[in-house]
């Protein structure tokens, strides 16, 4: 047993039960060998772990096969194979074991339909306590899910607007308004129609609940804007819109690497079968025509590349490999473009393929003025992409330190998870890379303008008091560092 692998089970087994006399490490070894596999074969992310993380895979195998051997207990196993995947440093690589998921049942009605599109009461992590340094809370019926607050400055009023979380789904209470308003099916079958109907209205009311709150905050008078993602663990691309409608700047989505696998595949295949449905229309404008057949061109592109095979296998036992499983990064985060007004594309099917986020209602640039991102290491996925979209466009100043470290984690259609043979546990690997405008990873976090010095065990009134001293120093006629080089337009 190697040493770090002796000191691995020590630590475990003083906080384990002790060990089962019948622990057999075959099917853990098992399971190893088919997320290593899994691994080589799709995670997006792994030439950056060797890269940046100075990963030694072979050893590193080697000390987890060891270290399974060793572990004594299930539950030592079970934690060997978490930090195996933990040492990637993806923040959606994860596995979770059969006897960690609950399913619920309920009855025909709005609750079943909402559970079933996978709406849920999402615990969402309280925001900086600004009332304990002066800051004045404003009551309106949407600040229990998204509360702001007022604070006086020596440059003027600073409105702050929370949003605990990008994931639309774990809004749990738009849900029900959606189905009172779109209605529930006769037959008692929601179908994807159906589905589809309710979870853009659930996203529109959601939408329209951040757009009230920023409206309010400018009735207050306010001069500058923060937006609090402390602790926001991330989402949905519902993130893009929000930013949109928080600058003037028209935003600029970073570039997208997709996976060379079957959930890219069959996206790509999808979304030509969209492209040639609007196609087909013989009263396309022009300009539509001229759109879509870019994005046919470059969608047909993609597919041919996702088909290329690559054999990384090699890796896992010191082998130079000679191909990327990453295909070239000719997509934005929003689709094939990354930028369109809202409400372009409208009478198009393909329009989420083009630009992801016609899919929602919202008004760009609803709030003009200087705007700040107040962000930790708890702000993950969608939120760092939120702060490094309006980073890169010059649009914000991002305040705080520097976030999780996930990037992006699914734009594909199907094979998000993986069920191990030995354990029954589900492993979920990531599909996509998120380029920003520098070229780098954006599963590297992101850095801040502004650091406030925070500390690990900093309790949320000792962080805003840190806070403090950095919001009373900020010039709101100072604009935003300087912006990243813009991508380029087009497909």
């Avoid at 013989?282 to 597919?303: F, G, I, V, W």
Wanted: hydrophobic share 45%.
């Amino acid at each position: 047993m190697t040493r770090r692998a002796a000191l691995f089970a020590l630590v475990l087994a003083a906080a384990a039960p002790a060990a089962a006399a019948t622990y057999e490490s075959g099917r853990w070894l098992a399971d190893l060998e088919e997320i290593k596999t899994v691994i080589a074969e799709r995670a997006p992310n792994l030439d950056w772990s060797i890269a940046e993380r100075g990963l030694d895979l072979p050893a590193l195998a080697h000390e987890t096969a060891e270290a399974l051997r060793e572990a004594g207990s299930e539950a030592i196993a079970r934690q060997v194979l978490r930090d195996f995947v933990g040492r990637f440093g993806d923040g959606h690589m994860s596995l979770v074991f059969p006897d960690e998921v609950s399913e619920e049942t309920l009855p025909w009605g709005t609750a079943s339909i909402c559970r079933g599109l996978g709406y849920e009461e999402e615990t969402r992590p309280a925001g900086l306590p600004f009332e304990r340094i002066g800051g004045r809370a404003i009551e309106t019926p949407d600040s229990a899910v998204f509360p702001i607050h007022v604070l006086d400055l020596p440059a003027g009023k600073l409105g702050v607007l929370r949003i605990p979380s990008f994931y639309e789904w774990g809004y749990y209470q738009f849900c029900p308004q959606a189905v009172a308003e779109v209605g529930l099916p006769e037959d008692g079958e929601c179908n994807e129609e159906c589905g589809a109907a309710i979870g853009q209205k659930a996203a529109e009311l959601l939408t329209m609940a951040v757009a009230r709150q920023i409206e309010r905050l400018k009735a207050e008078g306010v001069a500058a804007l923060a937006v609090d993602i402390t602790q926001n663990g991330g989402g949905s691309l519902w993130l893009d819109p929000v930013a949109r409608m928080l600058t003037p700047v028209k935003l600029k989505a970073p570039r997208l690497a997709f996976t060379r696998t079957e959930g890219w595949r069959q996206t790509f295949a999808d979304n030509l079968g969209l492209i040639d449905g609007d196609l087909a229309n013989p009263s396309l404008s022009t300009e539509d025509r001229a759109t879509l057949e870019a994005a046919r061109a470059a969608t047909q592109t993609a597919m041919d590349e996702a088909a290329k095979g690559c054999d990384r296998s090699g890796l896992w036992v010191g082998q130079a490999t000679h191909c990327s499983l990453l295909g070239p990064a000719m997509f934005y985060a929003t689709g094939t473009l990354d930028y369109a007004p809202p409400g372009a594309f409208a009478s198009l099917a393909a329009a989420p393929a083009l630009f992801f986020s016609a899919l929602y209602l919202y008004q760009e640039g609803l709030w003009q003025g200087p705007l700040y991102v107040l962000m930790d290491e708890g702000s993950a996925s969608a939120a760092e992409h939120f702060a490094s979209i309006l980073k890169d466009n010059g649009a914000a100043t991002l305040i705080g330190e520097p976030t999780f470290g996930a990037g992006c984690g699914w734009m594909s259609s199907g094979e998000q998870t993986v069920t191990l043979g030995g354990t029954g546990a589900e492993l979920y690997m990531p599909d996509c890379v998120w380029v920003r405008a520098d070229g780098e990873n954006e599963v590297a976090g992101v850095e801040p303008d502004i650091l406030v010095p925070w500390r690990f065990y900093d309790a949320p009134l000792q962080k805003v008091r840190r806070l403090e001293g950095v919001l009373k120093a900020l010039d709101f006629a100072a604009p935003p560092p300087g912006a990243r080089p813009a991508a380029r337009s087009g497909p």
